[in-house]
């Protein structure tokens, strides 16, 4: 299985574009060593024709154009991207699902609860489904294990499951309508599992790190792990307010209870942090939180890298 990173930066990217922190002013000018990054997003494929993506980024129309092999090939309309599988409902996994409305056949797997939001709860989503067979959707269910297929129903030869994080409805989801949702399917993590064997975990958001969580993450080959906040008051330390990292759903990468020290017994997987606010000291590589993450066997994705299982 070939894992492209095509994004790497949360919601706004890097420099996120209405923001002067340091982190941000810095890299416009040049002043310290650093990566502009879009925001995540991850595609994958067993047979390198037919192509999957977790996730729909708002970016995703320029990292199509900045990959040759989610480009069109030989028809006059033609896309390789065969599926998208969401994970949740926030922005910016999800408005790129709108840059793919082009008449093009996919299918998408989400759980019911999110595609309730989508598809009875906004008409503009509509877009996906103005023929027939444009988009298909399917239903997803905690704890299954099922094939990505294309769309002509042929197994890609990946297998995925998905798993609860818990957390909370998007804050665009009204209370009213969350409560009519199933909660555990608010936030999912992505187990792909390769023909040829190799696990990929993928969680660009993760409220709490449980012992089975854990476990699960040393039975994969590379994880892709929520790498947002490096401290929970970060934002509070930039911007003189707001909310913690936690209370946003993200557990902080430094600290006692951080997770740098909680995933520090993996011994498994090749550990990779996506999701990286522009906030976050770590993308400054002469940082000490940079030497920090790398001594302690981790690696802060950039745009454009790419990983064989």
């Known amino acids: ?39 995540t997003q991850v595609a994958v494929t067993d047979d390198g024709g037919s192509w999957f993506l977790i996730n729909a980024s708002p970016d995703l129309r320029t990292q199509i154009e900045r990959t040759s092999a989610l480009q069109p090939r030989s028809a006059i309309r033609d896309s390789p991207i065969e599926g998208v599988l969401l994970t949740s409902g926030d922005i910016d996994q999800i408005a790129g699902l709108l840059s793919l409305r082009e008449l093009q056949s996919f299918r998408i797997y989400c ?32 704890g299954d294990s099922f094939p990505l297929l294309t769309m002509s129903g042929d197994e890609s030869g990946i297998c995925c ?5 818990g957390g909370k409805y998007p804050v665009y989801v009204s209370p009213k ?4 949702l199933k909660s555990e399917e608010a936030l999912l993590a992505v187990m792909l599992t390769a023909s040829s064997g190799g696990r990929l975990a993928y969680m660009p958001a993760v409220p709490s790190i449980s012992d089975p969580l854990l ?9 892709l792990f929520d790498g947002t906040f490096w401290s929970d008051d970060e934002l509070i330390q930039v911007q003189g307010g707001g909310a913690t990292a936690r209370e946003m759903g993200h557990v902080p990468i430094s600290g006692d209870e951080g997770s740098l020290r909680a995933l520090a017994g993996l011994r498994r997987p090749r550990k990779v942090f996506v999701h990286v606010n522009n906030t976050n000291p770590m993308l400054d590589e002469s940082s000490a939180a940079y030497r920090e993450v790398g001594a302690a066997g981790w690696e802060v994705a950039e745009d454009g890298w790419n990983f064989n299982l």
Do not use: H, Y
Not at 112 to 118: C, E, F, G, Q, Y
Not at 120 to 128: A, E, I, K, P, R
Not at 177 to 180: D, H, K, L, P
């Open 161 to 165: 499951e998905i798993l609860s994080l």
């Open 177 to 180: 309508r969350a409560a009519t």
């Open 215 to 223: 476990q699960l993450l040393e039975t994969t080959d590379l994880v």
């Open 111 to 142: 759980t019911s609860s999110l595609r309730r939001i989508l598809q009875d709860d906004n008409s503009v989503f509509g877009m996906l489904n103005r023929i027939p067979r444009q988009v298909c959707w399917i239903d997803i269910e905690l």
């Open 1 to 39: 299985m070939r894992v492209e990173i095509l994004g790497s930066a949360a919601g706004g990217g890097f420099p996120q574009w209405n923001c002067n922190c340091r982190n941000c002013q810095s890299l416009r000018v040049g002043m310290f060593p650093a990566k502009s990054r879009t925001q």
